[in-house]
């Protein structure tokens, strides 16, 4: 077998038990685990399976496409996927049992034909905006909203009630209550109109691991499930025992002897302080590898952690490996495990100004991606 450029290993087993970690916390509400963006870049079939092996008993993406996706794997567990256009796969979504956000009086319409069409109820949740003013109907349109409900009574079921928070990353927040309070009347002003509402869900990562009085009776967390953390002022994932599940492999392709003062990569954003040695290492921006970490990025090479020398090029980027006993061919660890002494996402996230998630969900797809410890 050759070695690719570039891998990610998804430790599948680690994702598993992160699940079963959070659903052991959280002790009676029921866990979504979210899957959008290729299961935030780990891939999304085996990620869901591994997420239901945990103990995940709902599925949820952002997109249509993605939920539909998850139905032609074969997945039967309850699916939510709450962004569409217009004019989006409704009619797909509803055969195939997939439930879906309303979020306007517009795609409650469009949900309704939809089901009309093909002669079968649709499962819907309330996206109620409660403050992030985001996607979801305000609490002022929600009893418009619920009036139009009304209407619709042979083609719409709803299932449940969802919103989302501005600044659960920031535990006292002053807009946390508010929007709890905004929630649970919406809730009951479900309830009253004769909804019965299954579940009822608000917490992201951020919530799941630091606001337990958001939990009502099912969770929604989406990053920690990849062991990465929602914010600095939560935790570290392993603070929590969640365990990263990416760690991206490279290697070293070609090593030189330059002297001193020598320039690095493109414009010479680094410069040699002594004769080295440099290691070329083929991974990129078209990667995923941020071009912001230029002179930043951390990298874990024969037990020693190196900055990137100069710019990240689209495709390759340097170390100055100094006097490091190292040959052609020796493994790099982007990021992974801190507690195997890597660099962690969250690292990354800091070198290049952005945020873990940034970095794990956009880990190009010429990098590898390796599956290990998988729990079915
Ligand atoms: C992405 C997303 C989540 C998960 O957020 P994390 O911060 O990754 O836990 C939950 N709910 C909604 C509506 C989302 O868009």
Redesign the pocket.
Known sequence: MTTPHCTAVIDLGALAENVSTLVKRIDGPELMA?V?ADA?GHGLIPCARAAIAGGATWL?T?LLSEAIALREAGIREPVLA?LYTADDRFMECISRDIDIAVNSIGSLRAISSAAYNVNRRARVHI?VDTGLSR?GVTADDLDALIVELGKHSETIEVVGV?S?FAY?DEPTNPTIAKQIAVFTESVDKLTAAGFELQVRHLS???A?LGLPNTYFNLV?????LYGVS?GEQVGTPAEHMLKPVMTLRSSVVLLKNVPSDTGVSYAHQYHTSSDTRLALIPVGYADGIPRAASNKGPVLLNGRTFTIAGRVCMDQFVLDVGDLDVSVGDEVVLFGDPSRGEPSAEDWGSAAGTIG?EIITRIGPRVVREYINSPF
């Open positions: 979210i959008k935030y949820a952002a709450w996206k996607n969802m989302h659960a992201n990562s951020a799941t929604r967390p989406g990053v920690a929602p998630y």
